[in-house]
């Protein structure tokens, strides 16, 4: 059996998308479950969370990057910086965290985001992913 927290090797989009579906979802229901009924214990999980996805976030871009992999890897730095600062900052205020209401600490989400759909959908040369 493949190892899916393993930081080596490449994915395909495919792979990434199911690993994600497949690990995220369930974990994302426990995060809000674990929030409502305690705030801190979810914030805990969520990072715990955040590593798990982000083994398959480093492996999509290891495939992606492969010719420009220092490119690729100042890009998914810079996102994992910018998730942990969002977790820390809703960790710390906690009324924020709780409110339904945006927050512009949230338009950080967006450069995440279209490095996501970008690693998602972009074609790699690895014809054989060992991942």
Avoid: C, Q
């Amino acid at each position: 059996m493949k190892n899916w927290f393993n930081y080596k090797g490449t994915i395909s989009g495919k792979i990434y998308l199911f690993r994600g579906l497949v690990v995220g979802l369930p974990l994302i229901i426990i995060t809000e479950v674990l929030t409502g009924v305690n705030y801190y214990a979810g914030a805990v999980f969520y990072f715990l969370l955040l590593f798990a996805l982000f083994s398959f976030r480093h492996k999509r871009m290891s495939a992606v990057f492969k010719d420009k992999i220092d490119t690729g890897k100042k890009l998914f730095y810079i996102t994992v910086a910018i998730d942990l600062i969002i977790a820390l900052y809703y960790l710390i205020d906690v009324e924020s965290g709780l409110s339904e209401e945006f927050s512009y600490v949230d338009l950080g989400e967006i450069p995440i985001f279209i490095f996501i759909i970008y690693i998602l959908f972009k074609n790699s040369d690895i014809k054989e992913h060992n991942g």
